[in-house]
């Protein structure tokens, strides 16, 4: 069976270089399986779990924002970051989100809602996947 080789890479580091069997990323429009084979593609990442499947072990990254291209059996992402969930971290970040938007009808011209509506959603989405893998 042919393989796809998969590059995840940080501004920091290359976090995993090597032969895949699949990957599952979360794009802009969806989550998007690669096999072999698969057309040339482009997409934005959003935050979510980036899955990859060796043989019959799958490891599972928490990504945040990028971009994957697929070409040539050759999956390449590049992301600003990978992390590893500190769940009180994730709710606390949840709850400060939740006040500022709340705050939207006493003091509109004093908070930022589309960088704390981010934030909120950063925030759902680990700890959606925190509780997948307690």
């Known amino acids: 069976m042919s393989k796809l080789f998969l590059e995840v890479i940080t501004p920091d580091k290359v976090l995993v270089s090597q032969e895949v069997d699949m990957v599952n990323v979360p794009g802009i ?19 979510g779990e980036l899955k990859y499947q060796t043989d019959a072990t799958t490891t599972v990254l928490t990504v945040m924002k990028g971009f994957a291209e697929v070409a040539h ?3 390449s992402v590049v992301v600003d970051a990978v992390k590893d969930i500190d769940y009180q971290r994730a709710e606390k970040a949840l709850e400060r989100a939740q006040t500022r938007l709340a705050r939207k009808s006493e003091s ?4 930022d809602f589309q960088r704390a509506e981010a934030a909120l959603k950063r925030a759902i989405i680990r700890l959606r996947i925190a509780d997948k893998y307690k």
Not at 32 to 46: K, Y
Not at 108 to 111: L, S, T
């Open 73 to 75: 059996n050759r999956v």
């Open 29 to 47: 429009n969806g989550e998007f399986g690669v096999l072999p084979g698969h057309t040339l593609f482009l997409s934005g990442i959003v935050p």
């Open 108 to 111: 509109p011209q004093d908070i």
